[in-house]
């Protein structure tokens, strides 16, 4: 037996079953099927692109129905600042200011990203905050040569027992200086919000985070409060949760064997942002935003993002109502054929549904369940941006197991890069996926769909990770916009690049949409 009773009684603490955790490790060894791409969804193939007048008519749609609508902006935020700084950590382990100049370590390792940090090193939005922890706590002196001055900077960032911006949690970050204070991503969202979530004076958000940061984020709001509320004249009702521990999975070596901690205890995992479907399935709401903390802009920039995100509403609306009457007909009158090519067209134009080449040999009671069937599901509109090599998954077509086509959102791990046709369809992708969803996740009635109903667990994905430096092997819920709303209807459209600008490392905060001037 792989588990002793101290084992067992672990896995319960964390609200897991010894069935499930088996299942994981069953997984783990077996491996999961790799995604198969049918095609990169294009333009005209599955990627809808709309002239200025129509993208005006959509924004114009939401504006006027949004006041009768429950509105959330959901917003995951959990994770840590860590990884911004990798290559600085890198830097501080691997340099030795004795022996050579800072000019010579970037030389010596093609250290690229550690030169743009130290060129843009002043535009950084905290760079005054910490001079001036360096200068009253003596770190640094008059007569301190220049690259003094950057070994003590970096090492104030990064040192546990300095500033240690890297445990922060990323949202709570400085990200934007502003002439009179400096503002983190959670503030931005609240600002950003102002714009398209609020209704009637109202904005509701919703962060999912860290359960050991809700302190933080509370200090933050109040702080931030007052000042947020009356510049945009809007009242934030913000709201937080936490990742259930019972989504964790459980950790194996390259051989299998069961990765455990010093005092042996079993080691689990966050299973990455799939386990946040838990979270979204809380919701009552009529619309849903859902877009990353770092994603977020200098005010100059928060105009188009508005606008870009009011079209996307607008349309779903559209499309929500045009269901919503095909839902309540099905259900409820006796339709001609006519009726039911009408709404076979529909799922075809405007909802990407690829219908059976069978259907017109259904029975008319069977064209009808079949019918309901692909009607009734959640509904997402999802923002896709033009690829200029950013990282991130993408939107294409996928064929499952029983040849169905459908429009997916797949992350680069869920694909077998042994296969040169898949590899070369991955090369023929024309956009990238930012994570800007609007959701729908009722049906006509106004009943909230069970989430958990629509996900694709085929879809996990099995990736490398590092515990102690050693390689394991860590189990992926399906992703919350991959795998997770793989059964939903899904909707794409072309978005301006001025809405991409994540926070990856500390240089894209250099970038111009994170500079006021």
Not at 65 to 85: N, Q
Not at 148 to 172: C, H, M, R, V, W
Not at 198 to 226: P, V, Y
Request: glycine share 4%; net charge neutral.
């Amino acid at each position: 037996m792989q588990f002793n009773q101290a084992d067992i009684n672990f896995i319960e603490q964390k609200g897991l079953t010894l069935k499930k955790v088996e299942k994981q490790l069953e997984l783990l060894k077996t491996g999961l099927p790799s995604i198969n791409l049918e095609r990169a969804a294009t333009i005209g193939d599955g990627i809808q692109q709309f002239s200025y007048i129509k993208a005006s008519e959509l924004i114009s749609n939401y504006d006027s129905k949004k006041d009768e609508l429950k509105i959330v902006k959901f917003v995951p935020a959990s994770g840590a600042a860590t990884r911004m700084f990798s290559f600085l950590f890198d830097f501080l382990k691997d340099y030795k200011p004795s022996k050579e100049s800072i000019n010579a370590y970037i030389n010596k390792n093609k250290a690229s990203e550690l030169s743009l940090f130290f060129i843009g090193i002043e535009k950084l939005p905290f760079y005054n905050k910490v001079m001036r922890y360096l200068e009253k706590n003596n770190k640094i002196e008059a007569n301190s040569t220049n690259d003094e001055k950057l070994y003590a900077f970096t090492k104030a960032i990064l040192d546990k027992d300095q500033l240690n911006f890297s445990a922060f949690p990323k949202g709570l970050l400085p990200f934007h200086k502003y002439k009179e204070h400096l503002a983190s991503a959670f503030e931005e969202h609240l600002f950003e919000a102002a714009l398209y979530v609020a209704s009637k004076g109202k904005a509701t958000l919703h962060f999912t985070i860290s359960e050991k940061h809700k302190d933080k984020f509370d200090k933050e709001f109040t702080r931030i409060q007052n000042i947020v509320e009356n510049k945009t004249k809007t009242k934030f009702n913000i709201s937080f949760s936490y990742q259930k521990e019972a989504t964790d999975t459980i950790a194996v070596t390259t051989k299998d064997e069961i990765v455990r901690e010093e005092n042996n205890q079993l080691y689990f995992r966050p299973s990455g942002h799939g386990a946040l479907l838990d979270n979204l399935n809380q919701f009552d709401a009529d619309i849903i935003f859902i877009k990353n903390i770092d994603n977020v802009v200098v005010y100059k920039y928060e105009e188009e993002v508005a606008k870009s995100k009011k079209m996307l509403a607008g349309l779903l609306i559209d499309i929500k109502e045009e269901a919503f009457k095909y839902a309540k007909q099905l259900d409820e009158e006796d339709l001609s054929n006519i009726d039911i090519v009408n709404i076979a067209e529909f799922l075809i134009t405007k909802m990407n549904v690829v219908i059976s080449s069978e259907f017109e040999k259904y029975s008319k009671q069977y064209q009808i369940d079949y019918l309901k069937d692909k009607l009734d599901r959640p509904i997402r509109v999802c923002g896709m941006v033009q690829n200029e090599g950013e990282p991130g998954g993408g939107p294409y077509w996928v064929k499952d197991e029983g040849a169905n086509l459908s429009l997916q959102i797949v992350e680069s791990a869920q694909i077998n890069k042994k296969s040169k046709i898949q590899k070369n369809i991955l090369k023929k992708a024309t956009h990238f996926n930012p994570v800007d969803l609007v959701c729908s996740i009722k049906n006509y009635k106004g009943e909230t769909y069970d989430l958990q109903k629509f996900v694709d667990h085929q879809s996990a994905f099995i990736t490398m990770k590092t515990k102690v430096g050693k390689d394991i092997k860590a189990l992926e819920l399906p992703g919350l916009w991959n795998g997770s709303m793989s059964n939903w209807n899904t909707i794409f459209v072309e978005v301006p690049l001025a809405t991409f600008n994540p926070v990856k490392t500390v240089n894209d905060l250099l970038k111009p949409t994170h500079q006021v001037s």
